[in-house]
């Protein structure tokens, strides 16, 4: 089963707002990461924070993580509409560096209009 | 192109036949993900492999399925007798342990249709 819970599950903004997109989890992680997916395609990884950071920026994405409420936020700054896809949080459950599978979330599909 | 390759990009195929896919990963990346996307969802894992090692197999993954990785380098994913439920997309992943913290790269997916 799926642990992320993401939210919302659809948001519509136009071009040039700030998109922000909620994930919530259950059980503790080593990292959690946010991917990218164009409609049928496959996943891009987009940022990758770990457990003892709390904030992350990587160019027009920033990142947040609380893990006593277990949950991560994902801000898009200045949306474009090359931005329109679906955006999913995946936690890696495991300790050290040793991980193996990723727990994905449901995804929020994301449209930035013209 | 050194991305993860998956083949073929779309299968059709009737109930009950078998089908093969395909993954080629990042050529140094010792472990390799299968998971797999049904509409409106996240991936699910199914399978992973670290060298030709099978660690870890999800419940998801009944008898009817299964994977190899016999060198170490591709692997296949085997459907037997296929049912509608099975139609999703299929996605593989590699990544290098040790490194970047279980960043795992994606292929284009395999989308499976059982008719």
């Known amino acids: 089963s799926q642990q992320g819970e993401e939210d919302p599950q659809a948001l519509s903004i136009q071009e040039g707002e700030n998109a922000t997109m909620n994930c919530s989890y259950k059980t503790s992680i080593n990292n959690l990461q946010w991917y990218r997916q164009n409609s049928g395609r496959g996943l891009v990884h987009l940022i990758l924070?770990?457990?003892?950071?709390r904030e992350k920026h990587s160019g027009r994405l920033r990142v947040t993580l609380d893990t006593s409420k277990k949950s991560s936020s994902l801000l898009i700054t200045a949306s474009r509409a090359a931005d329109t896809a679906s955006y999913f949080c995946a936690t890696d459950p495991h300790l050290g560096n040793q991980g193996g599978k990723l727990i994905f979330g449901q995804g929020t599909e994301l449209s930035v209009k013209p | 192109d050194t991305g993860v390759s998956q083949d073929p990009r779309h299968k059709i195929t009737k109930r009950g036949q078998n089908v093969t896919f395909r993954c080629d990963p990042i050529s140094e990346h010792n472990r390799l993900y299968w998971y797999r996307q049904t509409l409106g969802q996240g991936p699910e894992f199914l399978t992973y492999f670290q060298n030709e090692a099978q660690l870890e197999k999800s419940r998801l993954l009944s008898d009817r399925f299964s994977a190899e990785r016999p060198k170490g380098s591709f692997s296949t994913l085997e459907i037997q007798r296929t049912e509608q439920g099975d139609s999703a997309m299929y996605l593989c992943?590699?990544?290098?342990?040790?490194?970047?913290?279980?960043?795992?790269?994606f292929g284009p997916g395999t989308r499976l249709t059982v008719l």
């Open positions: 924070i770990r457990s003892n950071e």
């Open positions: 992943a590699s990544s290098l342990v040790g490194l970047r913290y279980n960043e795992q790269f």
